[in-house]
């Protein structure tokens, strides 16, 4: 499959990240189809995303006009096979569970074409897992987006073993077509890459918010206007050569004995998921939120991340 053979996409699943990925693609200019099992995630379908798509324009990354051109891009279908059935491009969103995505990479396969991409937005799990139980595993993949996927930038591209060169290339060029950030992975690992330096940093964040050692508040600020800030601009390597990397390497040695190294989930952080304060979607987590709260803090989060986006990649 080629860049240009792909004019139809495929959302299967349309909750906190499909929504904004069918609008990416539809931003993109390319005709969306999605689905979703909860009639309320279908139903509420263009109302979420028209609500995205004037925050885009009230921070001039989206012309008011265009706002009706993109909604009338987007289909919700009545099934999934109906979303899928003349798509060149599939990406699914549902359930960030194995047997899921295993069942729904086999049904998938069966409706649509030979030559269809389909791709795996999952954090977790790789592609070699996701398409075990497919006939033809050399044309998936996985798409990592992040959260809020119309508005960050970054969607990893991690070909499994058994996915071809054509189509990893391919599902790179569509994504940077349509103004995303696309990073290929080219070793198929757990957590894929920017995961894995978020466990590795969450961790000692962890730690710190644990032993006290500063309020979560600070911990927070602390690190948006320090490492947020810098890295924002350059790259963790870059920062490492501005640094000097003799300095970075003596500080390394020294410190990294001293760093959080077990497995464990902090007891503090443990005893909040046991407690069921899972964060924004419960209404607690390490911070406390209610309705107002949180609408006024995921509005405040969703406008600094368009200001950024704008600043620093341009109009998506």
């Known amino acids: 499959m080629q860049l240009d053979q792909i004019r139809q996409i495929a959302v299967i699943g349309l909750g906190r990240m ?67 059935a003349s798509a060149d491009f599939v990406v699914e969103a549902v359930a960030e569970q194995l047997t899921v995505k295993q069942e729904l990479f086999a049904r998938i396969e069966d409706a649509v074409s030979d030559e269809t991409i389909i791709a795996s937005n999952s954090s977790t799990f790789t592609i070699s897992e996701s398409s075990v139980n497919m006939r033809r595993p050399a044309r998936a993949v996985v798409t990592h987006w992040f959260n809020p996927p119309h508005i960050v930038p970054a969607v990893e591209v991690v070909p499994g073993p058994d996915t071809t060169e054509e189509i990893t290339e391919t599902t790179v060029a569509l994504h940077r077509k349509i103004g995303k950030l696309a990073v290929r992975v080219n070793v198929e690992i757990p957590g894929f890459l920017v995961n894995r330096v978020q466990i590795a940093m969450i961790r000692e964040v962890w730690d710190l918010y644990e032993r006290g050692i500063a309020s979560r508040e600070d911990i927070d600020a602390a690190i948006r206007g320090s490492l947020g800030f810098r890295l924002a601009a350059c790259g963790p390597l870059a920062i490492c050569d501005f640094g000097g990397v003799d ?40 911070h406390d939120y209610d309705a107002q709260n949180l609408d006024d803090v995921t509005s405040r ?10 600043l620093l990649y341009g109009t998506q």
């Open 18 to 84: 499909g929504h904004g990925i069918a609008q990416a693609f539809a931003m993109g200019g390319y005709p969306v189809r999605g689905f979703d099992e909860s009639d309320d995630a279908r139903a509420s379908l263009h109302q979420r995303i028209r609500g995205n798509l004037e925050d885009f324009a009230r921070n001039d990354i989206l012309d008011t006009a265009e706002i009706d051109v993109v909604l009338d891009r987007i289909a919700v279908a009545d099934t999934e096979a109906q979303a899928a």
């Open 301 to 310: 989060r969703d406008e600094t991340f368009l200001k950024l986006a704008k």
């Open 247 to 286: 300095i970075w390497a003596t500080v390394y040695q020294g410190l990294a004995p001293e760093l959080r190294r077990d497995t464990e989930v902090p007891k503090a952080i443990q005893n909040l998921v046991d407690d069921g304060r899972c964060g924004t979607r419960t209404g607690s987590g390490i």
